[in-house]
């Protein structure tokens, strides 16, 4: 069984920044993938970023150039860097893990609201 434990979300005015950590526990294989979903409100899940084991990124068009996500192999965590914050960013934001398993963080709420 993995953990995934979420951090970092909040309330911040548009133009801001926050960083998100999601760190995994447990049976965790030595190759695997993390990544960031949001779920808006009315709207369907969808990616945000993702890193695989050796550390190829992939971002969703509307936040390339202000997201940035890494991870820490070391603590088996994952950041997500989110710079020059917009109201349409509001969402919650999932953390998610691939190895032969999907699995999902609890979520936490990034609301982008002067």
């Known amino acids: 069984q993995v953990q995934l434990v979420e951090s970092g979300g909040g309330l911040v005015q548009p133009g801001g920044s926050l960083r998100l950590s999601c760190a995994a526990s447990?049976?965790?294989?030595?190759?695997?993938?993390m990544g960031w979903y949001r779920q808006r409100q009315g709207k369907q899940r969808e990616l945000v970023a993702q890193?695989?084991?050796?550390?190829?990124?992939t971002y969703a068009d509307s936040v390339k150039g202000r997201f940035t996500i890494s991870r820490d192999n070391a603590k088996n965590t994952v950041y997500l860097q989110m710079n020059t914050l917009k109201p349409e960013d509001t969402a919650v934001y999932y953390c998610?893990?691939?190895?032969?398993?999907?699995?999902w963080g609890q979520g936490t709420q990034v609301t982008v609201s002067s």
């Open positions: 447990g049976s965790i294989t030595s190759i695997y993938a």
């Open positions: 890193i695989t084991a050796v550390g190829l990124t």
């Open positions: 998610n893990y691939k190895d032969y398993r999907n699995l």
